[in-house]
């Protein structure tokens, strides 16, 4: 008799136990409806109504079905522990928080943060970090340099002066650069020379035609003669003319003469 009331009183437990769907919640004696994401209880149900729902307040969610009467706290992504929200909270979503730039998550779910690795000068970046992996760097091989600090600059290749038309002044190293410098031809060396002293040429040339000047204007200065028929042409006689008219009077007074010495 004992063991049949036991028996009858775990089945009725499971009966209890069992009695409500995948979506109530058991609350004194009575299965009610869950809340959607979201929301949760504010009133439970009875055997005469159902139960009353209400939504999550800013800053809180719930992302699953719930008989809850309170919302979970959004989590806070802490920039001091490298951090920053990658996917907002909503009502139905908690906040899901990633690396900053240029951090990298120290676990699985990323609670904390740490800055990616600098590779220092000498050596470059081999492998780029990502959200989960810091960067891993190496020392430059040859040929190649790198002069700072960086957590996503990989080695350069040294610069080849021929390809640029440059000769090599000094050969890179693993912090420095190749040095070039322009080539000068010989020609262009015998223009460099001749074209430095043209401005003292210039000045001689300049003072010697200031002399050659002075001297032919010495040189070419009118005569009387000329300065006579330049005077008589300004009173109003041509010079042409008054020396013909010169000429018949020298003639007439020759004829006179030889008249006179026949007479």
């Known amino acids: 008799m004992k063991q049949t009331c036991l028996i009858l009183l775990l089945v009725l437990n499971l009966q209890i136990i069992v009695c409500c769907g995948p979506f109530e919640y058991l609350n004194d ?16 149900c009875t055997r005469d109504f159902v139960t009353t729902c209400k939504r999550c307040p800013d800053g809180e969610y719930i992302e699953h079905p719930n008989g809850l009467e ?8 802490d920039q001091e522990l490298g951090l920053q929200a990658k996917h907002v909270c909503t009502y139905t979503r908690n906040t ?3 690396p900053r730039e240029g951090y990298y998550c120290t ?15 000498g050596e470059g970046v081999k492998v780029k970090g990502t959200q989960f992996e810091d960067t891993v760097c190496e ?9 700072n600090d960086s957590s996503t600059q990989t080695c350069e290749k040294w610069t080849v002066c021929k390809e640029i038309n440059k000769k090599q002044v000094t050969l890179g190293t693993a912090t420095t650069d190749t040095v070039c410098e322009e080539e000068t031809s010989h020609t262009g060396k015998i223009i460099a020379a001749v074209i430095v002293p043209v401005p003292v040429l ?54 006179d003469q030889t008249t006179a010495s026949s007479g």
């Not at 919302?71 to 992504?77: A, F, G, Q, S």
């Not at 020392?139 to 002069?147: A, H, I």
């Not at 000047?213 to 008054?242: I, L, Y």
Request: glycine share 8%; proline share 8%.
């Open 107 to 121: 676990d699985s779910t990323c609670q904390m943060g740490r800055k990616h690795k600098t590779c220092p000068p």
């Open 29 to 44: 004696g009575e299965c009610c409806s869950m809340c959607p994401p979201g929301t949760i209880v504010f009133k439970h």
């Open 96 to 98: 899901i928080c990633g």
């Open 202 to 255: 210039v000045l001689v040339l300049i003072i010697a035609g200031a002399v050659l000047f002075k001297c032919n204007t010495k040189k070419w200065k009118p005569s009387p003669s000329v300065d006579n028929r330049h005077g008589e042409a300004e009173m109003g006689q041509p010079a042409s003319q008054t020396l013909l008219e010169r000429s018949v009077e020298t003639e007439d007074s020759n004829k």
């Open 139 to 147: 020392v430059c091989p040859q040929g190649t340099y790198s002069n």
């Open 70 to 77: 309170n919302c979970l706290k959004c989590k806070v992504c």
